[in-house]
């Protein structure tokens, strides 16, 4: 079976309402970086922490796959799919998408702050301040911030040099590692980078503009019928 590897960012979330972090109205326009996702601010102050996490989660837990998630997950008809996200939403996973690799972490998941092999799927909205892992430290999102280790990276790589055909939906590819898994792609692979608007292209990888939900469900439509998309 042909592997597929779907590449994605915020952008793929952003139809079903969830914020991008670097567009207009985007999350660094709201909040500081090292305040929310960073070692340094987790130290500095715990609880405003927990507050922007708290508020994601809930934003994900009222939030719906759409339709590109979907058509993602319609694609495992007929290809080998791995979804390589850097989302910390479960919105592939709603949508049925059975194997996903998230690079960034989880929000739906809490870790210990001394010992991150202590996780555990939330089984209520937030983490409060005062919750303490078994080994008796404060509970933290089981999410990677920066200056942490990303996550799953070999393994993604090799994903990534053993597809036929790459798409890359809804990320600015400005964060690194992440981003370099782009160029892991064969050269011979079919490649595609869905974006509402013109950004850095990865060298050999063709440009489709156009919104998530949108355009996503064309480019399966046509994989599905043994069709390219342009
Ligand atoms: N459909 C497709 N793409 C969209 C849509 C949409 N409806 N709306 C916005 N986009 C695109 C934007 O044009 C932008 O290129 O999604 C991208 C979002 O980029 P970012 O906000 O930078 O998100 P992302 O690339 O996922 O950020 C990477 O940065 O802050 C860290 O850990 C965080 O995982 C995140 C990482």
Request: net charge negative.
């Given at each position: 079976m042909e592997k597929i590897v779907v590449f994605t960012g915020a952008g793929v979330s952003a139809e079903s309402g969830l914020k991008t972090f670097r567009d207009m109205g985007g999350l660094w326009g709201e909040?500081?970086?090292e305040d929310v996702a960073s070692p340094a601010g987790w130290k500095r102050n715990p609880a405003v922490v927990l507050d922007f996490y708290n508020e994601r989660r809930k934003a994900v837990l009222a939030a719906r796959p759409n339709a590109a998630h979907e058509a993602i997950a319609r694609l495992e008809?007929?290809?080998?799919?791995?979804?390589?996200t850097q989302n910390v939403d479960d919105l592939h996973e709603r949508a049925g998408s059975s194997k996903i690799i998230h690079v960034h972490g989880e929000i739906l998941k809490a870790r210990s702050s001394i010992d991150a092999s202590l996780v555990h799927v939330l089984d209520k909205p937030t983490i409060e301040l005062g919750e303490l892992c078994g080994k008796g430290s404060q509970l933290r999102p089981d999410i990677v911030w920066f200056g942490e280790n990303v996550r799953h990276m070999d393994e993604c790589a090799e994903h990534f040099a053993e597809a036929s055909r790459v798409i890359t939906i809804g990320t600015s590819l400005t964060v690194y590692p992440a981003a370099g898994l782009v160029e892991k792609a064969p050269w011979r692979a079919e490649k595609y980078l869905v974006s509402p608007e013109p950004q850095e292209i990865p060298y050999g990888f063709k440009f489709l503009r156009g919104a998530a939900a949108t355009v996503v469900p064309h480019v399966v439509k046509c994989?599905?019928?043994?069709?390219?998309p342009v």
């Open positions: 909040y500081a970086i008809e007929q290809f080998d799919v791995v979804v390589v994989w599905l019928e043994g069709r390219k």
